[in-house]
């Protein structure tokens, strides 16, 4: 893959998370649903084991709710990609030198 | 679906971290083994694609939602190892910034959606694609796999609700399978709408068609 088709993947990728996150729907998922429908969404409630810094896909200190999830989505995909994209470099290399 | 902590007990949770870890482990030697030079950005990008796409919910019937899962999509791609690869970079990443899914659940986790919906969404794709011929049966096999990728995660997350005492079978299953039987129309139609941009744009980046990676 050159350059240019790799710029055209991470944008395509930035602009769903940035533009179009915000317009997601806040229904609950398959999952909650299910959840509250039986009974059970309070098992999940009693709190994580941990705190995650950005819970719920909202960048702390935004006053704008939907603005603070189009930076984490615009944030999340970029470190994602460089996960991705570095994982993938490690394994290559290994293979490598193999 | 995502699992938070909480749903899970410890004899559910903690086999699932077993079962999960021995096979990441093998799926990450196989991706050592199998990678490409041009699959490496692609493992990169498919990473930013699904994280960006999970945070789309798209609503369906009765104030539910889903968004796309991408295990097949993942897998038809980049092969069902690097694709059950990609899709726990992303559920591990979702846990632990986001608190998407718990830490404990995360085993589960990876079982149902990187292992079940990805592995397993894969080998329902070549099916498939066997029976319809190469060109054809892209599109008519992600779509298909994709929507059974979806069911069969819900189903795996039923089972694994119900032998945590959170559920009982009878009612878990059925309303889990259901739901996600409406939101894998949507998993469908996403997997192969984006499947044919990439087969008219960059046919040669897709895994499934080639049967393996030149």
Redesign the interface.
Known sequence: ?SRK??AV??I???A??FF??P?????????E???H??G?IV???????????????IFPGLKNEKMA?AI??LL??????????????L??K??DCR | ???????LTANTWAPAWVISTGTIGYC?KK???L?K?????????????I???Q??????I??????LLGGVLAAVLLGPY?GA??LT??LI?Q??????G???ALGANIFNMAIIGTIGGYIMFNLVNKIMGNKKGLQIGAAVAAWFSVVLA?VF?ALE?AISG??PLL??LP??AG??AL?GVGEALITAAVLSFIQKV?PD?IYGLAGKMD
């Open positions: 893959m088709d790799i993947g991470v395509i990728a930035v769903i998370a179009l996150s317009l997601a729907s806040s229904w609950p998922d398959g999952l649903k299910v959840a429908d039986h059970f098992k999940g409630e009693q709190g994580s084991v941990f705190k995650s810094p950005i819970p719920d896909y999830t984490s989505g999340g995909t970029l470190v994602i990609f460089g996960i991705g994209y570095g994982l993938a470099s394994l290559k290994n293979k | 679906m995502h699992i938070p902590d909480g749903f990450l991706t050592a083994g990678l030079d041009r699959m490496v950005p692609l493992m990169g990008i498919m990473s930013a694609f994280f960006a796409a945070m789309i919910n798209f609503p369906v009765g104030g539910t939602s889903g968004h690097a690869v990609v970079c992303v990443f846990c632990l910034i986001f608190q998407d718990g830490l404990l819900a997350c609700l959170t559920s009612i878990v309303a889990m739901i996600h939101i960059r980046l």
